[in-house]
């Protein structure tokens, strides 16, 4: 667990990686050192690692977190770059009140830092959550495996990562595409044509594994569907 604002030292089946207790507010300072941002990004491309190694042949990114969405909109402003007012949804649900100050909010963040670097912008806007799957993506990459990016949050952790290393963008693999407002313009910064259009708005990974049978099957029609050639020398 990373960022969590609980000690869960003794939950067993948890892999323990606190970096802090949370982030920081963005809207006054810096959400995390760069300390922190780079031990976030080693530990997501470590675990990754060791599930490759372990015998995973892909990797399916997803994540739980209250406010993420906002983290992820930063990003993407930054990023892809977009308006900040395209980037800003309704995350786990806000009246219009509550909509209004998530903007408030997100363009004092905004207006606080002038970052623009992929690394510097994590570090001023970022969740640790969204550092670990940016590493855990190019630590697949590096090993040669895809990766099933989630919705608007997995998506934003895609998008640093490519930023990061544009090379990385090869190993992506784009689930689905959520009712987020800007999720379908940052999928757009990267090029991706997700596989399922379904307006979900869960996140934790659930678009990731539904688009995993439509993996399955397409590896299948490359591996295993005889070609035109093979049947007929069959019939003879």
Do not use: W
Not at 178 to 199: I, K
């Amino acid at each position: 667990m990373r960022g969590v604002a609980a000690d869960l030292s003794d939950r067993a089946g948890l892999i323990h990686a606190k970096v802090a207790s949370g982030t920081k507010d963005a809207s006054v300072e810096p959400a995390m050192t760069r300390d922190q941002a780079e031990a976030a990004l080693l530990e997501g491309a470590a675990m990754a690692r060791a599930a490759i190694d372990e015998g995973a042949d892909v990797i399916a990114l997803g994540e739980m977190g209250i406010g993420n969405s906002a983290s992820a909109a930063l990003l993407m402003h930054r990023l892809a770059p977009a308006p900040l007012a395209d980037c800003v949804g309704q995350g786990a649900g806000h009246s219009p009140e509550g909509m209004a100050r998530k903007q408030a909010v997100l363009a004092r963040a905004a207006a606080r830092s002038g970052a623009t670097a992929p690394l510097e912008v994590l570090t001023q806007f970022g969740g640790f959550e969204i550092a670990m799957m940016a590493g855990a993506l190019l630590g697949a990459a590096k090993a040669g495996a895809p990766v099933i990016v989630d919705g608007f949050i997995g998506s934003a952790a895609a998008l640093l990562a490519i930023r990061l290393a544009p090379e990385a963008r090869d190993y992506c693999i784009f689930a689905h595409a959520s009712a987020e407002a800007g999720h379908r313009r940052m999928l757009e910064a990267v090029e991706a044509q997700p596989l399922l259009g379904l307006d979900m708005r869960l996140g934790e990974g659930t678009g990731a594994l539904l688009a995993v049978p439509l993996l399955k099957a397409a590896c299948a029609l490359l591996s295993d569907v005889a070609e035109l050639k093979d049947i007929l020398e069959a019939a003879r």
